[in-house]
Each structure stands twice: as C-alpha cells, then as structure tokens.
C-alpha cells in the first residue's frame, strides 16, 4: 500500500489549503482513513478520521475549521483547512487502516509540511 499526499504549503494566518491523500495498492478493505500531524518538539496528533460508518471526527482545535472527505471510488482522501493558525503549522500525515492480503495494518503517508505565518 502507498499513500501520495499532495497539496499543503506555506498561507499567512486566516488562509485556506487543502490537502489530499491517494491511496494505492491491493487493498481488501478501508476501515479508518486520518489525517495526522506533528508539529516540532511534539508528538504526533490526530486532526481528523473517517470511520467505517462514515462518521467524521475531528481534534478539538480544528473543529468547525478542517473538513475531512473520502472519495471512496478512488481511495483518496481529502483535508480541507480554513482559518487557518499559526498553531497549524506542522508536517501532516494521512493514514490508512486497511487489510492487504487478509491482515489488517497501518499505512502511513510521506507528510507534507504545512506553515501557517502570523
């Protein structure tokens, strides 16, 4: 399974960038796609998830601000981020949870890196 993440970049504080994952690969089944991130000196944090039933979660500090999205035909998954703040500024992850030959697994992306300048 290989995961392309595209988009991301440099916006001033109040912008907007969207950011995509496409998945690849022999994939039996999808349960959870995420996005991740980690920002220098933490550790790595969820921001949003797409669960089995399609329910979306979000971290606290971006809800009503990010919004996650799937394009199940295509097996990729899309970040959109407005309001964008200064404490967004970190390398993102998308994340697939998923089964490939019968075993379920984690696949994670390369990260893109997002910066958000006051």
């Known amino acids: 399974v290989q995961l392309q993440a595209s988009g991301g970049g440099s916006v001033q504080t109040g912008g907007f960038l969207s950011l995509s994952c496409a998945a690849s690969?022999?994939?039996?089944?999808?349960?959870?796609m995420a996005w991740y991130r980690q920002a220098p000196g933490n550790q790595r944090e969820l921001v949003a998830r797409?669960?089995?039933?399609?329910?979306?979660v979000y971290a606290d500090s971006v809800k009503g601000r990010f919004t996650i999205s799937r394009d199940n035909g295509k097996s990729t998954l899309l970040l959109q981020m407005a309001s964008l703040k200064p404490d967004d500024t970190a390398v993102y992850y998308c994340?697939?949870?998923?089964?490939?030959?019968?075993?379920?697994?984690?696949?994670w992306g390369q990260g893109t890196q997002i910066t958000v300048s006051s």
């Open positions: 797409i669960n089995p039933d399609g329910k979306q």
């Open positions: 690969g022999t994939i039996q089944s999808i349960y959870v």
């Open positions: 994340a697939l949870d998923c089964s490939v030959g019968g075993i379920r697994g984690m696949y």
